[in-house]
């Protein structure tokens, strides 16, 4: 496994971290050029499965605005984002739309729904 | 077969064309822009000299003084603002004092009235402010100023109501003599003409070779220009000039018709008749020389740069006649300065030469000499407003907040003889874009209201003139099989959970909140919280929830709701409170002025104009973006420059895409959400620009906007120039040096169609003036105390009218307090009236000290203080391990070790009252004391 560079994002420092597996364990990382502790999950979590939220719009007819803003419910795979922003710009829908209204379940196979944030 | 075809609708053109108007001819007047006033006539200092400088027996001095003489008649007549303000002409040395000499006597003999020759200390007298080696100057009080574009405009309405047949977007590209007659090739169309009136200010020469051997060349000169802010026109009470030398008038000083301080221009020959950029080096010589009349003129105040070009030729004077070649070809070329001024005479001239030519045909028994009323809605008085909205109620919709420009305006524009059909025809006919956020807010609204007015879609409307697209395409067209369904039909009417709006025409109120975004909503619960029943929020937009609805990106509500709630999702959860809470609403409303005793005075369409008095007020209206303009980068103005949050309206709300190659100048998170939004839609992200040697965002945006998508960052770089005509066709950038100023020798060019603007943003305190609140210069907003009052009694603040949050949670703990606070001042003052006295205790003040730039609030009543207290700081640059050390008069009450500061991130520090000594002290301070690990 590669080592990967990754800047933390906890705080406004913005640590560059070196992050690869330990040599031998490779369940377990080696994470270096932090200066505190609270990046180790995250780089943890940045190596092994990054994740995003995807925030974007829909188009929506018969509604007083021409597009509904959307977020998918939970952070989906960083890869997945164009698909899964091809999945949103796919949407039509009709007015009128409630907030947390979930608009397609289970984006690609993954646990998250992509939902109205706004009632429209 | 028109009698006489003009070629040219500045304000040459429209003037003759209007002159000849009055007489039984057929007449045509062609425009190769999309607009009338798009040349010469866009871009000058909007002055009617006097007349005193041209030399004798010249076209110009005689036009000039025979022009200045009858602009009163003429503007009246059209219904134009001119307002004679007088000018100045200083001497700075002995030796000018004898060119003053020699003008006075020039101008004596000319009989323009009222010449005066100002000893130093009248000069000063009259004129405050100048530079203490002025000693003396020219006085003429028949100098003025008047508005260009709308003098065009009426003339060109005018000329069109008395039967002028008007082409815009019409070049003439030859013209062919047959016989007696004139043929125009006008975009494949033949216009045939007896008379042709060449008035195609830097294109006369071209027009006149069509036909003539080449007599003269027009040789464009280059003047750069500085507009500033409204309310800065005090700074000049006269149009102040240097001493004219062999090159031209000089930079002038001037207070323009609206009130805004016009500074310019230079005098640069260039090659190029379409080179109307502005320059870093031409800004900085008209700085210069302005700064040598006046010291403490104020650039911080700057809303827009530009720059026009003079038609000049090497004649000296204007060239009017016909040509010796050509009969009944007459050009009216080199129209330089005083062109403007001379524009009444020399209509009458060349119209008197038109119709002797023409056998002199009869005057037509019915002309219309008066153009539809221009006054804007603001001008009126107050009954007229009322008239007004009680025939048509879209007066009473607001769109351009800076200018109070409404949309019943902007459709009378584009209605009108010559009707607006361009965003600069908008903005050049009643304003919207020409006011300090340059058409930030409200360009969006009105590309719709031109696109529903047209009959188009909004990517169909230009900016100016073909190839001036300021939209692309609907966003999502892909998958929407390619129709648009972002038009605007229906999208400006219904609206989701917003509270019933408030149908009560009230004449007082015991509180009123200006401004529904989260600090007035905040504010709004806060103040019910704590037992205030009468409450009216006044919000200009249709829906409440301000800036959050168009910020769809996650990050909000992790410190009010421990959860990460998008902009839209954070705003309806207060939306549903205020429901909830039946807090009364007033939409689509916007206030025009609140006075020191709490009058508010508001409009719209369903009340019309009303003023409502409050028992106590908070001002949370908010704050604006720093535009290009205001930061004066150098190039051209085409089409593609947005602020980043303009661009996320079009993008989030409208559902339009602004470009497809992008840059973003700033690395704030505005501008960097931005670019995420632009990739996420399709577009290309060419680069972020940042002069600063960081990123300014959050390091999150950082890496999910920037790093994720392999969008270079290019830190200590700066744009220098920005090019194309119509539309941005790219941008010089160069690295910045430690003072953030760009390094000669390091430029490259990048290619782009679109940049947005992520420069910072600016509280928006206009209201706050207007009600006489002190604004404090390291905030830009109101001076407050801990209860978000300002230093105006029962006028509270809150949110980014007070200081730009980084967070929108901060916003609504500094809203809630401003709510409590209000609702504390009005109790207080019931129980005073019913004769209970009430100790205030003392007042500390607050005082940012090593490190820190700034802290909200700036005094404090530690008898009022509400267990606790917050305050909001932001450091002085970057620091690492430092202790943030809050003292009460030099005594030590806290310290916080802080990891990290930097001027992006707000701090904030908890106060608990037993922090604070008992005794009265005058200070808390606040500064960062070094660590160890200190860089």
């Known amino acids: 496994m590669e080592t990967k560079e990754m800047i933390c994002i906890l705080c406004p420092l913005g640590c560059k971290m070196q992050v690869r597996p330990k040599p031998g364990k490779t369940s377990e990382l080696s994470v270096r050029g932090q200066k505190c502790g609270l990046g180790i999950d995250y780089a943890y979590d940045e190596y092994t499965n990054p994740t995003r939220t995807v925030t974007s719009t829909v188009v929506i007819h018969n509604a007083p605005l021409p597009r509904l803003p959307v977020k998918t419910e939970k952070p989906v795979p960083r890869d997945l984002v164009f698909a899964v922003l091809d999945e949103i710009a796919a949407v039509e829908l009709t007015g009128p739309v409630k907030i947390g209204t979930v608009i397609k379940k289970e984006l690609l196979g993954t646990d998250a729904n992509l939902v109205a944030t706004r009632s429209l | ?235 000049a009470n006269y149009v102040l000039f240097p001493c004219p030398t062999r090159l031209g008038k000089g930079v002038l000083v001037s207070t323009t018709v609206h009130g805004n301080l016009i500074v310019g221009p230079n005098a640069e020959t260039v090659d190029s008749k379409e080179a109307t950029e502005t320059t870093a080096a031409g800004l900085a010589e008209v700085r210069k020389n302005a700064e040598k009349i006046k010291k403490a003129l104020p650039f911080d105040k700057v809303i827009t740069t530009f720059s026009g070009l003079r038609a000049k030729t090497g004649a000296g004077d204007f060239i009017i006649g016909e040509s010796q070649h050509s009969p009944g070809f007459i050009n009216v070329a080199g129209i330089e300065s005083p062109g403007l001024a001379s524009a009444p005479a020399i209509a009458r001239y060349v119209a008197e030469l038109v119709i002797d030519k023409a056998g002199k045909p009869a005057k037509k028994s019915i002309f219309y000499p008066a153009a539809k009323s221009h006054k804007l809605f603001i001008d009126l ?38 009707g607006a059909r361009t965003l600069d025809g908008i903005k050049k006919r009643t304003r919207p874009g020409g006011g300090r956020c340059q058409g930030g807010f409200c360009g969006p609204r009105v590309i719709q209201i031109l696109a529903r007015e047209l009959g188009v879609t909004p990517p169909e409307i230009k900016k100016n003139n073909p190839g001036s697209y300021i939209l692309t395409e609907p966003t999502k067209s892909k998958m929407a099989k390619g129709q648009d369904t972002g038009s605007t039909a229906g999208s400006e009417t219904a609206q989701k959970s917003n509270p019933p709006e408030d149908e009560k025409k009230d004449d007082s109120c015991n509180l009123v909140i200006i401004g529904g975004g989260p600090a007035g909503m905040a504010a709004a619960l806060a103040a019910r919280e704590r037992g205030i029943e009468d409450i009216l929020v006044i919000e200009r937009a249709k829906e409440l929830g301000g800036i959050l609805e168009q910020c769809i990106h996650n990050g909000f509500g992790l410190h009010q709701f421990k959860e990460e709630l998008t902009g839209p999702e954070y705003a309806e ?202 604004l404090h210069p390291a905030t830009g907003g109101p001076v407050v105390n801990e209860a978000m009052e300002t230093e105006v009694e029962g006028i509270f603040a809150c949110g980014n009218v007070v200081h730009v949050h980084d967070l929108v949670d901060w916003v609504t703990e500094e809203s809630y307090k401003a709510g409590w606070g209000a609702a504390e001042y009005i109790k207080r003052k019931e129980k005073e009236a019913a004769g209970e006295k009430i100790d205030p205790g003392f007042i500390c003040s607050t005082k940012p000290g090593e490190g820190i730039k700034y802290i909200v609030p700036h005094k404090i009543r530690p008898a009022h203080m509400d267990g606790s207290i917050e305050l909001y700081m932001r450091a002085e640059g970057h620091h690492e391990g430092v202790d943030l050390q809050i003292k009460a008069d030099k005594q030590l009450i806290k310290s916080m070790k802080k990891k990290v500061l930097s001027p992006g991130e707000m701090i904030v520090a908890k106060l608990k009252k037993e922090d604070l000594p008992e005794e009265g002290f005058n200070e808390i301070l606040v500064e960062l004391e070094k660590g160890e690990r200190n860089q």
Not at chain 2, 387 to 415: H, M, P, Q, W, Y
Request: aromatic share 6%.
């Open chain 2, 381 to 418: 008085d107050n009954r007229e407003k009322e008239e007004l909205i009680n025939k048509d109620d879209r007066f009473g919709r607001v769109v351009c907040r800076c200018e109070s420009i409404t949309e019943g305006e902007i459709v009378r524009a584009i209605e009108s003889p010559v």
């Open chain 2, 1 to 235: 077969m028109y009698d006489a075809a003009i070629i040219g609708a500045g304000i040459i053109g429209t003037a003759v064309a209007r002159e000849l108007a009055k007489y039984n001819l057929n007449l045509i007047l062609l425009e190769k822009d999309s607009d009338v006033a798009n040349g010469t006539t866009k871009a000058n200092s909007a002055i009617i000299h006097a007349g005193f400088d041209p030399k004798p027996g010249t076209f110009k001095a005689k036009f000039n003084v025979e022009g200045s003489r009858i602009y009163d008649q003429f503007c009246r007549e059209l219904d134009v603002p001119f307002k004679r303000t007088g000018s100045l002409v200083i001497a700075f040395s002995d030796e000018e004092m004898e060119t003053l000499d020699e003008l006075f006597k020039q101008g004596s003999s000319y009989e323009i009235p009222g010449l005066e020759i100002l000893r130093r200390e009248k000069l000063h007298r009259m004129e405050p402010g100048l530079n203490e080696d002025a000693c003396g100057a020219l006085y003429a009080p028949t100098a003025g100023v008047t508005d260009p574009y709308l003098l065009t405009i009426a003339l060109a309405e005018n000329a069109a109501l008395n039967g002028v047949a008007i082409w815009r977007d019409c070049p003439v590209t030859g013209i062919e003599k047959a016989g007696d007659i004139y043929k125009l090739d006008c975009n494949g169309e033949t216009v045939a003409a007896r008379y042709v009136v060449n008035a195609a200010g830097l294109y006369a020469d071209h027009i006149n070779e069509m036909v003539n051997p080449p007599s003269f060349k027009i040789k464009p000169t280059r003047g750069e220009y500085f507009l500033l802010d409204k309310g800065t026109g005090s700074y």
């Open chain 2, 573 to 774: 959860r207060f939306i549903d409170r205020l429901k909830e809470e039946n807090i009364r609403c007033k939409l689509d409303t916007m206030v025009l002025s609140v006075s020191e005793d709490r009058k508010i005075t508001y409009v719209n369409s369903k009340d019309g104009l009303r003023t409502i008095e409050a028992g106590a007020v908070i001002l949370a209206m908010g704050c604006r973006e720093r535009t290009r303009g205001s930061i004066g980068t150098p190039g051209t103005r085409p089409a593609g420059i947005f602020s980043a949050g303009t661009a996320q309206q079009f993008v989030n709300l409208q559902g339009y895409m602004v470009g497809k190659k992008v840059v973003v100048f700033g690395s704030g998170d505005i501008g960097l959400i931005m670019a995420r939004r632009i990739v996420w839609e399709g577009g290309r992200v060419e680069a972020i620009i940042e002069r600063k040697p960081y990123s300014e965002g959050l390091v999150r945006n950082y890496v999910q906007c920037v790093e994720d998508y392999g969008i270079p960052m290019l830190l200590e770089h700066t744009i220098v120039d920005i090019k194309g005509k119509e539309r941005v066709e790219g941008i010089t950038i160069a690295k910045t040096d430690a003072n953030k100023q760009p390094v000669a020798g390091t430029e490259r060019e990048l290619e782009c169609d679109t940049i947005l603007f992520s420069r910072g943003l600016i509280p928006e305190n206009e209201l706050s003036k207007s009600a006489g609140v002190t």
